[in-house]
């Protein structure tokens, strides 16, 4: 379940959990680990794992809603509503059943707005600034920027920009 957690968190895209009800334990976790989190209707959240000596995604909690907090949800077990999921950053949206479908589109039209290699590098940065910055923060910036700029086609890339902005 690590490793799975780990890869989708890893992913050089976005990735998107829907969470409908009782979302719990390991649930809970991959819940965690996309990048977006949306609650449809009314959700409830709990980690339960250490109530049996397991701890599975900690630290990616605790990157996700901070160290005091993850600390009482992992140690407490206690059932989170969605109320404070949002607040939390738990979760990052929520909307209601008759909603998700207008939502999904949207979200698959951003998505599509952004090749794939563009799309790693923005999380391969968004990752690198969650790990704290500094000068090797930076000189990764660095080095992905001029990566993605000498990949070929950056000039027809550019004008494929201009022409989409331009229509609109």
Not at 84 to 105: H, I, N, V
Not at 120 to 132: C, K, T, V
Not at 141 to 159: C, E, F, M, W
């Amino acid at each position: 379940m690590e490793l799975l957690l780990q890869a989708i968190h890893a992913a050089p895209f976005a990735t998107l959990a829907l969470a409908h009800g009782r979302t719990m334990g390991a649930g809970a976790d991959l819940f965690c680990t996309c990048t977006e989190r949306w609650i449809v209707d009314d959700a409830t959240f709990a980690f339960p794992g250490t109530a049996f000596g397991l701890v599975l995604g900690t630290a990616r909690l605790a990157d996700t809603v901070g160290a005091a907090q993850a600390r009482e949800w992992v140690e407490s077990g206690a059932l989170i509503d969605s109320r404070s999921a949002l607040a939390a950053g738990l979760a990052t949206r929520q909307l209601t059943t008759g909603e998700l479908d207008a939502a999904l589109a949207e979200r698959i039209a951003r998505a599509r707005r952004l090749d794939a290699p563009t799309q790693h590098g923005i999380h391969q940065a968004i990752d690198s600034a969650r790990r704290g910055r500094g000068d090797a923060g930076d000189a990764r910036d660095l080095v992905r920027l001029v990566q993605s700029a000498a990949r070929p086609g950056l000039k027809t890339r550019i004008a494929a920009y201009r022409a989409d902005q331009a229509r609109k």
